[in-house]
């Protein structure tokens, strides 16, 4: 087994390792919350659970990046991984806007808490959450994947410091307010962090240029090979969060032969693999193909 295979598989166990955890935790903390009475400690468990179906998307996309192409599927199985990223990310958004509304009437009526409880189980789901934190912190070093689900369970940790500073100040001066409160912070961060998952999600699948990307830097850098007249009907996407791919007609200022075209080819594919970080590039070679249109190379 080659060193690359075994770190997917240790990867691959932590992160299922990590999915399992955040799961009891989540489920644990909603019978807590329910028992408790509190909405700050059923609102960490939804926290939980979104960032148990996260690192459960990760461990999926880890096997399945794996998988080979077919010819009814080309692109291969990459964007499953999107799709559940927008589903998630709808449920997490519309779970949120119902604890934004019991969050409010509990603010005008406050309700009591059994404080004790919600100690104990928010204090279970931090020791949790610190344990698979640890059991990703060398992956992430390695893969923007594991890093993605490392740093939800960072933001899981905190949230869990946040209800068991609530639960203390509810247990010490019977202050019940607090824990609406704590949901809205803890509802506000997930609003913030579901919508910023939607908002990519929606921009990967409409096949939107990448923002890091300027087409028209790229146009001008391949521009500058003197070898090229220009290059034109340019298209930028992402298969993945992480996975470039660009197309381009490139017009040659000369007819050259196939070897010479080829040498080119490789060329651009190393320009933009180093200085835009594209993975993957489809160019079609033209003499003189399109002229309607088409700017001049300065001589």
Not at 44 to 63: E, K, V
Not at 159 to 169: A, M, N, P
Request: hydrophobic content about 50%; charged content about 20%.
């Amino acid at each position: 087994m080659s060193e690359h295979q075994a770190h997917n598989n240790s990867s691959r166990k932590n992160l299922l390792a990590a999915t399992i955890l955040n799961l009891i935790i989540s489920i644990a903390e909603l019978i807590g919350g329910i028992l408790s009475g509190s909405l700050a400690l059923f609102s960490d468990a939804l926290h939980n659970l979104g960032d148990a179906f996260s690192t459960f998307i990760a461990w999926m996309a880890n096997i399945i990046a794996g998988k080979e192409s077919t010819p009814q599927r080309t692109f291969g199985y990459k964007r499953i991984e999107i799709l559940a990223a927008l589903l998630n990310s709808v449920i997490l958004i519309g779970i949120t806007l119902y604890l934004f509304a019991e969050a409010a009437e509990r603010l005008k009526k406050p309700q009591e808490i059994n404080s004790l409880l919600m100690l104990l189980v928010a204090s279970i789901g931090l020791i949790a959450n610190i344990i698979a934190v640890f059991l990703l912190h060398r992956d992430a070093r390695y893969s923007l994947n594991v890093k993605a689900a490392y740093l939800h369970l960072i933001g899981d940790s905190l949230s869990s410091v946040v209800v068991i500073i609530g639960g203390v100040l509810i247990y010490f001066y019977g202050l019940y307010w607090i824990d609406p409160v704590v949901t809205l912070f803890i509802g506000a961060y997930i609003l913030y962090e579901a919508v910023k998952i939607l908002n990519e999600a929606v921009k990967i699948l409409m096949q939107n240029t990448p923002p890091e990307l300027n087409i028209n830097k790229i146009k001008k850098v391949i521009e500058m090979d003197r070898r090229i007249r220009n290059i034109h009907h340019i298209h930028a996407w992402s298969l993945t969060d992480r996975k470039i791919y660009f197309e381009a007609h490139v017009d040659t200022l000369n007819d050259l032969a196939l070897s010479e075209v080829n040498t080119l080819r490789k060329d651009i594919e190393k320009v933009l693999k180093k200085d835009f970080n594209i993975d993957h590039t489809t160019l079609q070679f033209e003499y003189h193909a399109c002229d309607d249109g088409m700017i001049k190379k300065k001589e």
